[in-house]
Nanobody, 124 residues
């Protein structure tokens, strides 16, 4: 079983919205930190949003604050990333990731499990 499966990517115009979904295995979803990362060709993978298990536990890259929202489904092991007011610089491959703990999860190296990625393309 693939541990993390992303969906929801696509092509949108500037100002549009997309919602990414990440279906996770329950054992890595419950109680662990999860996040979304983006990568573009020739650059390192970078943090988009991270969510720990528990209240007031989200963090966002500065360029995503106010436009992106990370959330967890309350009934199913699904992580979401709601993206609004999309810009061309948001273009990239978006990856869902899960960390082995709920606390050490800031850098890509802190995450052990990765999905295959879903492409987001924003055009003007």
């Amino acid at each position: 079983q693939v541990p993390l499966v992303e969906s929801g990517g696509g092509s949108v115009q500037v100002g549009g919205s997309l919602r990414l979904s990440c279906e996770a295995s329950k054992y890595m979803y419950d109680g662990n930190c999860m996040g979304w990362f983006r990568q573009v060709p020739g650059k390192e993978r970078e943090e988009v949003a991270i969510m720990r298990s528990g209240p007031d536990s989200t963090s966002y890259a500065d360029s995503m604050k106010g436009r992106f929202t990370i959330s967890r489904d309350s009934a199913k092991p699904i992580l979401y990333l709601q993206m609004t007011n999309l810009k061309p610089e948001d273009t990239g491959m978006y990856y869902c990731a899960a960390a082995p703990t709920n606390w050490i999860c800031q850098l890509p190296a802190d995450f052990d499990y990765w999905g295959q990625g879903t492409q987001v393309t924003v055009s003007s």
